[in-house]
């Protein structure tokens, strides 16, 4: 699943690393409908309904296949594991957004007007249902405002004050997750948010992983997934965009690739 505003075209390149080890292997590159601004403008209530509907259309997929989002797809495919039930063998994303950006520079991505709108308006419904990014902006002078059922982040995080245990469950029947963030990110802020780290509340100082409720709560089960080494984090070094390009070939080869040889894990 491809980031925001691109075409499902700009994960050709990482696919083609996963034809070369594994001759044969089947390979879907989801598009958001036709249109990249769709990937901007529909909330992602429905971005994640339609990959859902994508996946249980297609007979290549019933069981145990291997799920992989970049960026804001990070957001998509796990959503649709929690949401969706969908049955998922190793769930991967990388340079994700997990516990949502707050910051300029995503921004710098988007038209001026849109940037407005979501710095000033972002947590009213109107803006949370028609512009996606504002589903993920997570303010930390604001998390009363943030923690709220229209937001799709603190949906899927489990942060609004009634859990959601589907979600959680779901999560715990994957084989293994794996996630990532770079180093050289220079979009997400922070970019730890790959790892579900993001800014304290009322500071700019990143969480830790024993100071966040994803953890300490275990919210949607990381804590219990890490203790029996089904979690599995890596810090990579490229631009975001380069994620899933030459740049990070190296990288990918190395520590991700082996989670599609789909050999389940002691
Ligand atoms: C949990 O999420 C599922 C899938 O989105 C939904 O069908 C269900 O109603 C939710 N349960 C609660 C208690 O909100
Ligand atoms: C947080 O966890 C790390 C690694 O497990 C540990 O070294 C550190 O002491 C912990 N910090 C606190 C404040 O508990």
């Not at 044969?24 to 971005?47: H, T």
């Not at 991967?92 to 979501?118: C, D, M, N």
Request: charged letters at 20%; proline letters at 4%; aromatic letters at 14%.
């Amino acid at each position: 699943m491809h980031g925001i505003a691109a075409f499902a075209s700009d994960m050709n390149e990482l696919a083609s690393w996963l034809r070369a080890a594994f001759p044969g292997i089947y390979i879907v590159l989801i598009e958001i409908r036709n249109d990249f601004e769709d990937s901007i403008l529909w909330p992602f209530d429905k971005q994640v309904e339609h990959f859902c509907a994508t996946i249980r259309n297609d007979v290549h997929l019933e069981q145990d296949f291997n799920m992989l989002g970049f960026s804001q797809g990070s957001f998509i495919v796990r959503g649709a594991v929690e949401r969706c039930s969908l049955p998922v063998h190793n769930l991967i994303t990388l340079s994700g957004l997990h516990q949502g950006v707050f910051g300029i520079p995503y921004l710098l991505k988007l038209p001026a007007r849109l940037r407005e709108w979501i710095s000033k308006y972002t947590y009213e419904e109107l803006i949370q249902d028609h512009i996606s990014t504002a589903n993920y902006w997570r303010d930390s002078a604001q998390f009363n405002k943030c923690i709220s059922q229209f937001h799709f982040l603190s949906d899927i995080n489990n942060e609004c004050i009634k859990l959601n245990e589907t979600y959680r469950s779901n999560m715990l029947k994957v084989n293994g997750f794996v996630t990532t963030y770079s180093k050289l990110d220079e979009v997400i802020t922070p970019r730890e948010s790959g790892w579900f780290l993001g800014y304290a509340e009322h500071s700019l100082d990143i969480e830790t992983w024993n100071t966040s409720r994803q953890f300490t709560e275990d919210l949607i089960g990381i804590r219990t997934l890490w203790k029996p080494g089904k979690l599995f984090i890596f810090i990579s070094h490229t631009r975001h965009q380069d994620t899933p390009h030459a740049p990070n070939r190296d990288f990918f080869l190395k520590n991700i690739l082996q989670f599609f040889n789909h050999i389940p894990f002691q």
